[in-house]
């Protein structure tokens, strides 16, 4: 939801050597990365083009190829209508609206709001822009990095509009009175930069405390950091920066503790303004691979910073690293030079059926009374786009626990609802004759969208998380019934691009809720906020990527089935690092009283919900829906880890909200957890289980981790 609603070392830590007469050599010898999904969304800075990075192998899985989709046709058969409210205030024609982004709130909304490129913070203002590097505060319910300018940099505009945005990297052209363009900022995740790029000659308020220009940069002493500025070309007097046009002007702060050569790489780096990030990913058998290449204009190399996930696990050796560290929200980000972040993930599979061989009879029979008895008591589905999802997706996981224990005639009637149900839905033209359960295509949002909305998604909030539902039991019941794949076939092909489409196209942007750097996905739309975008509902987004594979896998499409093992396993290993099982060690959460994080935002971290302050709330949102795929929550954490969370969120018991989830996830810390969670599984009341699960499939998960 979201408001409104192989145990190898680790990466290698050497220092990269830069000097300019380096730098040069690279410039010269420079190859333009395959960029397979770059496209004119992609908006070339003033006097220069779409750029592109030094040449650098494939470390891992090879590249996988990104599913054929023609976007085209699937949205142009749906009923079209503006169904959105959707308002971009400052946005250039032909570009689409930049939704669920970790920077959409540069372009919805009539107030400047700060978004979080970590490691700095960055908002517009009137005439230009401010940087900030956050400096985290911790209580015992958050960890708050906001945006405080620490540069104010005043280039004289009167407007600003985005006019290229990607998966990860933004530009926004800032423009006088007479709507002329004064030059283009560029901000990218994990990009230590913000680059300004002069379109004509132009005086800059380039921040107060820089000095001279010295071999083309500045530093100024702000709050304990030192800040860089560093100029292509141009002269910098009495805090006055004249830029020529085409000439470029990059700030950038200083790590913490930088190496003897940092500053040398971030001054060679600034100059060459990011202009777009690709993203290319390859699935093999142990890991995921993510590949960010940061174009420059020029395509020397640039520089990016680590997050915490793309340090965990098993990850490839990295030349470059070690430069300094900067501090945010998320524990420490180390600064890298070059313009190539790879990473990986565990890969984590679809899957859409327990594992149940092996249970012995008594828990057998007890989970086919209980499944009879559930069957049974399926009401009505909902028919908005959240709760007509969820309870489609209960019964085709009943349906299939029913048919893996061999009582095909107790779920038959269910089967046949579902589909029915599931038809209905995927009518292209459904909603010229109903107001509900049906999907339009909105052209000026660029988005496919649902009626009747819930949760804000008529603002593009959560598609993930409802269309996931959707896909989910199109995939469970399509997998025996071609018939089915082929009746909702194009309606689900639409929801699986409008939320993950791997390239971008005239209809769709590419991977529209999910952001490569970050490792996980956003549920705001428009994010209206002061802390950037959000996500409370981890454990639904793996639950997006897992649906769209066993759709993926229902339907034949082995290139949208890698694309979501990619997603999922990528989701799968940030629920972990941020929400689930975060770094309570870290000195950034001393003071932080609590054992997760329920939702995560560019700039802080937060013990609370939308929806609820119950302590049972907090882990129960971030383990929803708790399907066959859900084992990902344990890879790696100790049971003791697992144990703690559970009994901070049921103090009294399991009957709270989410009490099913929780007994699932206690399961997980091994088979005699799962035993004595049994019986209060048995007892559980029924208001302690969720909507979109049921009691049978509860007691077959314990079973199948050892009750």
């Given at each position: 939801m979201t408001g409104n609603r192989m145990a190898l070392p680790g990466p290698a830590r050497t220092r990269w050597a830069l000097v300019a007469g380096v730098v040069a050599a690279l410039v010269v010898v420079a190859l333009l990365v395959v960029r397979p999904w770059a496209t004119g969304t992609i908006a070339s800075a003033p006097g220069g083009s779409n750029g592109g990075a030094p040449a650098a192998p494939v470390v891992g899985p090879d590249d996988a190829t990104p599913p054929d989709v023609d976007a085209a046709a699937l949205t142009g058969a749906l009923v079209q209508a503006a169904d959105a409210k959707l308002d971009p205030v400052r946005l250039a024609e032909g570009v689409a609206p930049p939704s669920n982004r970790w920077y959409s709130g540069l372009v919805f909304g009539e107030e400047l709001l700060p978004v979080f490129p970590l490691p700095l913070s960055f908002a517009l203002t009137p005439s230009g822009f401010t940087i900030g590097l956050p400096d985290p505060v911790t209580s015992a319910k958050a960890v708050v990095g906001p945006h405080v300018p620490a540069v104010s940099v005043d280039v004289g505009a009167a407007s600003a509009q985005v006019v290229a945005a990607d998966p990860v990297a933004v530009t926004t052209r800032l423009l006088d009175a007479a709507g002329a363009t004064l030059g283009d900022v560029t901000v990218a995740a994990g990009s230590p930069f913000v680059s300004f790029t002069a379109a004509t000659e132009v005086e800059v308020a380039a921040g107060e405390g820089f000095g001279a220009l010295?071999?083309?940069?500045?530093?100024?002493?702000?709050?304990?950091?030192?800040?860089?500025?560093?100029?292509?070309?141009?002269?910098?007097?009495?805090?006055?920066?004249?830029?020529?046009?085409?000439?470029?002007?990059?700030?950038?702060?200083?790590?913490?503790?930088?190496?003897?050569?940092?500053?040398?790489?971030?001054?060679?780096?600034?100059?060459?303004?990011?202009?777009?990030?690709?993203?290319?990913?390859?699935?093999?058998?142990?890991?995921?691979?993510?590949?960010?290449?940061?174009?420059?204009?020029?395509?020397?190399?640039?520089?990016?910073?680590?997050?915490?996930?793309?340090?965990?696990?098993?990850?490839?050796?990295?030349?470059?690293?070690?430069?300094?560290?900067?501090?945010?929200v998320y524990g420490d980000l180390e600064l890298c030079a070059g313009s190539t972040l790879t990473s990986y993930a565990p890969t984590l599979h679809p899957a859409g059926a327990l594992d149940l061989e092996g249970i012995d009879d008594a828990r057998r029979d007890a989970v086919l009374a209980q499944l009879e008895q559930d069957v049974a008591g399926t009401e009505a589905f909902a028919s908005d786009t959240?709760?007509?999802?969820?309870?489609?997706?209960?019964?085709?996981?009943?349906?299939?626990?029913?048919?893996?224990?061999?009582?095909?005639?107790?779920?038959?009637?269910?089967?046949?609802?579902?589909?029915?149900?599931?038809?209905?839905?995927?009518e292209p033209e459904g909603c010229d004759e109903r107001d509900a359960r049906c999907f339009v295509y909105d052209d000026a949002a660029r988005s496919v969208m649902g009626r009747t909305p819930s949760f804000g998604s008529d603002e593009l909030n959560d598609h993930h998380f409802h269309y996931g539902y959707l896909l989910s039991a199109a995939g469970l019941l399509g997998a025996d019934d071609p018939a089915l794949v082929d009746d909702v076939r194009p309606v689900m092909d639409a929801l699986a691009a409008d939320i993950a489409a791997a390239q971008p196209s005239e209809e769709l942007p590419q991977l529209r809720t999910f952001d490569p750097y970050a490792g996980h996905a956003w549920a705001s739309g428009t994010s209206p906020f002061a802390d950037g975008n959000n996500q409370e509902s981890a454990s639904e987004a793996v639950n997006a990527w897992n649906g769209i594979g066993l759709w993926a896998q229902a339907s034949g499409q082995?290139?949208?089935?890698?694309?979501?093992?990619?997603?999922?396993?990528?989701?799968?290993?940030?629920?972990?690092?941020?929400?689930?099982?975060?770094?309570?060690?870290?000195?950034?959460?001393?003071?932080?009283?609590?054992?997760?994080?329920?939702?995560?935002?560019?700039?802080?971290?937060?013990?609370?919900?939308?929806?609820?302050?119950?302590p049972s709330a907090m882990l129960?949102?971030?383990?929803?829906?708790?399907?066959?795929?859900?084992?990902?929550?344990?890879?790696?954490?100790?049971?003791?880890?697992?144990?703690?969370?559970?009994?901070?969120?049921?103090?009294?018991?399991?009957?709270?909200?989410?009490?099913?989830?929780?007994?699932?996830?206690?399961?997980?810390?091994?088979?005699?957890?799962?035993?004595?969670?049994?019986?209060?599984?048995?007892?559980?009341?029924?208001?302690?289980?969720?909507?979109?699960?049921s009691r049978a499939y509860l007691l077959a998960w314990l079973a199948a981790h050892g009750a």
């Open positions: 010295e071999d083309g940069v500045a530093t100024a002493e702000v709050a304990g950091t030192t800040w860089g500025l560093a100029t292509s070309d141009g002269a910098l007097d009495g805090g006055t920066l004249t830029l020529p046009a085409g000439a470029t002007a990059g700030w950038y702060a200083l790590p913490d503790d930088p190496s003897d050569d940092a500053a040398a790489v971030l001054a060679a780096a600034a100059v060459d303004p990011v202009v777009g990030v690709d993203v290319t990913y390859g699935v093999g058998d142990d890991v995921a691979r993510t590949t960010l290449t940061y174009r420059t204009a020029g395509a020397t190399p640039s520089a990016h910073v680590l997050m915490r996930h793309h340090t965990t696990g098993t990850q490839p050796e990295r030349d470059g690293c070690g430069l300094g560290t900067y501090r945010s959240y709760f007509g999802g969820k309870h489609l997706y209960r019964a085709a996981t009943l349906v299939v626990l029913g048919e893996q224990l061999g009582a095909d005639d107790t779920v038959a009637e269910l089967r046949t609802r579902v589909a029915d149900a599931l038809r209905e839905w995927a082995d290139d949208l089935l890698t694309q979501a093992t990619w997603l999922a396993s990528t989701e799968a290993a940030s629920a972990r690092d941020y929400w689930t099982d975060p770094d309570l060690d870290h000195p950034v959460t001393d003071g932080f009283e609590h054992r997760v994080f329920a939702l995560n935002w560019g700039g802080k971290r937060d013990w609370a919900t939308w929806f609820s302050a119950e129960g949102i971030l383990l929803i829906p708790m399907g066959p795929v859900s084992d990902y929550l344990a890879v790696d954490v100790e049971p003791a880890t697992i144990l703690a969370a559970v009994d901070e969120a049921t103090p009294a018991g399991p009957d709270v909200m989410f009490g099913d989830y929780l007994l699932m996830y206690r399961a997980l810390a091994g088979p005699d957890e799962a035993a004595a969670a049994w019986d209060d599984a048995v007892a559980l009341p029924d208001t302690s289980i969720d909507d979109g699960s």
